[in-house]
């Protein structure tokens, strides 16, 4: 792989952080953008340039993109705070250094969206994130649309309800996928830079159903095996009335899990982080 002059924005995020590392590690020099310059330590001054701005105000951003290769967007919101909306993040803030780089010849954007996104535009999260990818696609510069699959960080809520003793599901449990670790989604992107104008969808070494994940989460935390499946209506009863009587800050994010979870997204399988092994680690931190 070649080297390239990359900016990172959301830089400190979940998968920001895994990024950053990787493209360190394949000395790439990096540009990352934060909010609070405190947000991120510099260890790597040789690769690693750090420079405050917010992607939700234009003017912070001028010039920002000169003499940038690449740029890579993790930038989105799952739950909603200061205000701000999924249009002003997901959408806005994105068509913002999309403007930018189109205006220092940056050859390359890579946005991380999610998988499927594009059949559930209905959802509030996709809404603005398939607004901004299809403004990305017809932007003239070449485009990567990358779509994994869940995170591990994601399934902390089944180590949750383990925790209780009982793991509850929708449905018959059988719906399955394969979600990823960070660090190995950073890798996967990473390792794709050099391809052009594609969507990248993918997930880790491991096709689950959400029985299995119940299984594992219960048996990490050294608990009887008790699933309770309640049934599919209550599921989109939920969903209506979470829509009906309150804000999307708060319906948002629920009615992404509970749609996603409800059929199989399976995507090509890559990586080798296993889930049990972080319901493993993360019990021991539950447990304390």
Known sequence: MQHTNVLLAGATGYLGKHL???LIEKQNQVVAIVRKLNQLDNPNENYLEIKQAEVTKPETLRDICKGIDTVISTVGIT?????????????????????????????????????NGNKHRHLK???????????????????????PNGFFSDM????????SGRVYLFGSGNQRFNPIQGEDL??????????????LTVGGPDILS??????????SLNKPIKITHLPDCLRRFTIWTLRTFTSVKTYGPIEFFLTLMAEDNIA??????HLKDYFREEANTLEI
């Open 268 to 273: 090509p399988t890559y990586g080798d982080y």
């Open 186 to 199: 950073a890798k996967a992107i990473v390792d794709n830079l050099e391809d052009y104008n594609n969507e």
């Open 210 to 219: 959400l029985n299995d994940i119940s299984k594992l989460a219960l048996t």
């Open 156 to 163: 902390k809520d089944f180590l949750q309800m383990a925790k």
């Open 20 to 22: 950053l590392k990787v």
């Open 79 to 115: 739950r909603q705070k200061d205000g701000l909306t999924y249009m002003d993040v997901d959408y806005q803030a994105n068509m913002n250094l999309l403007e930018e780089a189109k205006k220092s010849g940056v050859s390359h954007f890579v946005y991380v969206s999610a998988i």
């Open 125 to 147: 999260i996709f809404e603005a994130k398939e607004k901004f990818v299809d403004a990305l696609k017809t932007s003239g510069l070449n485009y990567t649309i990358v779509r």
